[in-house]
């Protein structure tokens, strides 16, 4: 592992504009991420879990500069992204990937796949011609693709295969950063289990690094090293999977956690359900994000907003009660 984090995230912040209303002058901003830190290491799986609309996707495109950002950093291997223009990060696109959730639709349909792993190539110019083709049967067979598959279309593979196209196609440019966005999600269980073992067999061969986006815990349980919980564009909670599951010290996180169906038909797990739905991003409660729907509020989280703070060696929270 490197000294210094490969992708490090800093008092982030991605504020979109909406306006309310034909005769409303003023946009009010919406807070899709507010005010978010945090480091992934070389090498590592860092997960992001959260409900709809927490802001995970939001906060995966800004760290390959899909979105541009409002406040805040985002350095990968110590340079700052943000800052540099679109030649400059033309040269860092090859080096950071995305594996997005629906592979179809991220396809297009009119394109052989053979063609469509072989475009960025030669757009980039790291392989001629002449040897463009071999290099994509050899990222097929390392994504578990035969390459007799090499000249047919998108519509003609199941939904597993078009994910391992999707992850293909993010690793013929040999990055070594990937953001995954719930890419498991719209897939059987038997082939959720198949993908999964692929990204830990690319990562233990190419010494891969993920941001793995998930609501999906036990998936995250099974891949990451670290797990950031994000609650309404602001995160709850940071620490590493082990301490996550076995002590978990947000509200949020503990009902999150609670709803992870266990594996044994004699065992029960307490269920913590929440009341209500998720605020709007474009007018958040005061103090605590969470106290509208926490069962332990009490009054200072109806006017402070708690510091995201260590409360053990490497265990982040972001409550008043802890």
């Known amino acids: 592992m490197s000294q210094s984090p490969l992708i490090e995230v800093k008092n982030l912040k991605k504020y979109f504009t ?6 409303d002058r003023k946009p009010s901003p919406v807070k899709a991420v507010d005010d978010v830190t945090f480091t992934i290491e070389e090498g590592e799986t860092f997960g992001l879990v959260g409900e709809s609309g927490s802001g995970k996707s939001t906060i995966g ?4 500069r899909l979105h541009d950002i409002s406040e805040g950093t985002i350095k990968y291997r110590g340079i700052d992204i943000h800052n540099k223009s679109k030649k400059e990060m033309r040269s860092l696109r090859t080096k950071m990937q995305f594996v997005f959730q629906d ?10 796949i053979g063609d469509a792993l072989a475009e960025p190539l030669l757009d980039h110019g790291l392989v001629t011609k002449d040897r463009v083709r071999d290099k994509v049967k050899e990222v097929m067979e390392i994504c ?16 597993g295969q078009r994910q391992r196209i ?7 440019m ?4 990937i953001v995954a966005d719930e890419p498991v999600s719209a897939l059987d269980v038997s082939i959720q289990a198949q ?15 993920y941001l793995f986006i998930s609501h999906d815990l036990s998936v995250v349980e099974h891949l990451c090293n670290k797990v ?19 002590n978990p010290l947000h509200p949020y996180t503990k009902a999150l956690l609670s709803a992870v169906p266990i594996p044994d038909p004699t065992k029960r797990r307490e269920r913590i359900v929440l009341k209500g739905d998720i605020p709007n991003p474009a007018n958040p409660p005061k103090g605590c994000k969470f106290h509208t729907r926490c069962p332990f509020t009490e009054d200072i989280c109806l006017k402070v907003q708690p510091l995201f703070k260590e409360v053990e060696k490497g265990h982040y929270v972001a409550c008043h009660l802890v």
């Open 18 to 23: 909406q306006k309310s209303s034909l005769f």
């Open 61 to 64: 495109k800004s760290l390959i």
């Open 103 to 112: 592979p179809f639709s991220s396809l297009n349909p009119r394109i052989r």
């Open 144 to 159: 578990g693709l035969p390459s007799y598959h090499i000249d047919k279309y998108p519509h003609e593979f199941s939904g």
């Open 166 to 172: 999707g992850i293909a196609r993010a690793m013929v």
């Open 174 to 177: 040999e990055p070594d950063f």
């Open 195 to 209: 993908i999964i073992n692929l990204f830990k067999e690319l990562q233990e061969k190419k010494n891969m690094t």
């Open 228 to 246: 950031g919980v994000l609650y309404l564009g602001s995160m709850m909670e940071l620490t590493t999977r082990d301490k996550l599951y076995e």
